[in-house]
């Protein structure tokens, strides 16, 4: 069966807005990264080639040896700290980073300064998940004043050179770093389930600390995970006057991931077949977009200085927690014409920062979010459609008026959307959203002269540039692809 050619549309002289969109990654404190991992050299040397601003490094708490350096509570002569673990990852990273702004992210709350059952026992061993460290709910100290001094200390040390404990003792490093960002906390709607009330208030505390130490420093609120339903956490938060007089409300974000129904997250057996996840990645997607909207309205009417962040967008392969995961290898290919896709429709809204997750997953721990390979920390298809969006597009450019498909067709499987960039380029975003070829015609677009794309025949390849003499265009599946015009 013949596929139809798929007519695009561009009008070049009409901009929809300038592109106000930051596009960028995270890595976190997994420990296939930790000093003296074969994944380390090569996944830090594809962090630093990215050239990406506003890179976050976040400390997670799935693996709080890794990510908290104050594993216990001070006793009457002595305290636990100790970043001896975190250094190397925070150091990698800001080197890496080249003296591009970066974003701090140091999140997770010690354990033990929520109400935790006396049971509760903490793993010694450095690469050991632990799922259940968010398990308290009430803190330990109702004020907040105890979670808001260890932020501070926590900050000091990477900001200020050092601290003092809480016994008095002073603690020096020789870190004086400087982030553009500090978000605060992550995903506080699971785990310790905090309300938006509580939320808030903490903010708040953290935000009059931290900002002495550097006041160009700005700070992203909620970070919230992609379940959450409870749009008063937007509310609450965005209305300045839930805040202490003088605390900026600089940016907010929150996560997206695409997933099939996670039947089985141990194995892949009864799990949905991969032929039906590009339908399902695709679909949660635009139902995403209309949240996006949602809330966008909401800063808009509330606090419309306030800086929008999707810093995770990525997808899931439904055996999350599986040994030994079972990935067709078009799933990558598919992940990244999820970027390219979400990428494109939120520079539209006008979205001011996008992250791609992230630096890495591996097995046990939600592979199929990872941009290399967890073995050797080689690129895969998903960072190589970041890299191509990096090295085509970026902030400033102009964003213009763009169709596909025809109005007996009006919802083919190609997106597409132009852009005359900085450099004075005229360029062409194209995804194909289908496991099969699809054809497109531009011959109303202008005079293609090359295509680079990332597909399921490039696999982990880096972008394959080829020249372009027709004005029709054949897509591989999954296929992410940017056309330059003359």
């Known amino acids: 069966m013949t596929r139809p050619v798929i007519p695009v549309q561009t009008d070049w002289s009409d901009v929809i807005r300038s592109s106000r969109t930051t596009l960028t990654t995270h ?132 900001i200020s050179g050092g601290f003092t404990d809480e016994r008095g003792v002073h603690h020096a490093s020789d870190h004086r770093y400087r982030f553009a960002h500090w978000e605060v906390l992550i995903e506080p709607d699971i785990g310790h389930q905090l309300s938006p009330e509580v939320y808030t208030r903490l903010y708040d505390l953290v935000v009059e600390r931290l900002r002495p130490l550097d006041p160009e420093m700005r700070f992203v609120g909620l970070s919230l995970s992609p379940v959450t339903q409870d749009a008063d956490y937007f509310w609450h938060f965005l209305n300045p006057a839930n805040h202490q007089p003088g605390i900026p409300i600089d940016a907010f974000s929150h996560h997206f991931y695409a997933s099939p129904a996670l039947i089985n997250p141990l194995g892949s057996e009864g799990n949905a077949p991969f032929h039906t996840w590009p339908t399902t990645f695709f679909a949660q997607a635009d139902g995403f977009l209309d949240k996006v909207a949602l809330v966008d309205s909401i800063r808009r009417h509330l606090s419309p200085n306030t800086e929008h962040h999707i810093n995770e967008i990525g997808s899931f392969a439904p055996d999350v927690l599986a040994a030994e995961p079972q990935i067709p290898q078009e799933y990558w290919a598919l992940g990244g014409a999820l970027i390219g896709y979400l990428w494109s429709r939120l520079t539209t809204m006008g979205i001011e920062l996008v992250g791609v997750a992230e630096f890495l997953g591996y097995p046990g721990v939600i592979p199929g979010t990872t941009l290399v390979d967890w073995d050797t920390g080689e690129p895969n298809a998903r960072y190589q459609v970041l890299r191509l969006l990096l090295d085509h597009f970026g902030p400033g450019d102009q964003v213009v008026t763009t169709s596909a498909g025809s109005e ?59 020249q372009v003499h027709e004005p029709a265009l054949v897509l591989a599946p999954f296929a992410t692809a940017v056309v330059t015009f003359t």
């Open 408 to 466: 007996l067709a009006p919802e083919p499987p190609v997106h597409a959307q132009g852009f005359l960039t900085n450099s004075g380029e005229r360029r062409l975003l194209l995804v194909n959203r289908s496991a099969e070829p699809a054809e497109v015609d531009l011959a109303t677009v202008g005079t293609p002269v090359t295509v680079s794309s990332v597909s399921v025949d490039t696999a982990a390849g880096p972008p394959v540039t080829a």
């Open 27 to 158: 890595m976190w404190n997994a420990p296939p990264l930790q000093p003296g991992a074969p994944t380390r050299g090569p996944a830090f040397q594809a962090l630093r080639e990215l050239k990406a601003n506003c890179a976050r490094f976040l400390t997670f708490w799935t693996h709080p040896q890794l990510a908290v350096p104050a594993l216990t509570p001070p006793t009457e002569t002595s305290t636990s700290w100790d970043f001896s673990r975190i250094d190397p990852f925070v150091a990698d990273f800001m080197a890496a980073a080249e003296g591009r702004p970066v974003v701090a992210h140091h999140a997770t709350i010690p354990h033990w300064m929520f109400d935790v059952p006396d049971s509760f026992e903490l793993d010694p061993d450095p690469g050991a998940t632990v799922w259940d460290y968010e398990v308290g709910k009430q803190p330990r100290d109702p004020s907040l004043r105890e979670i808001a001094d260890y932020f501070e200390r926590f900050a000091r040390w990477y």
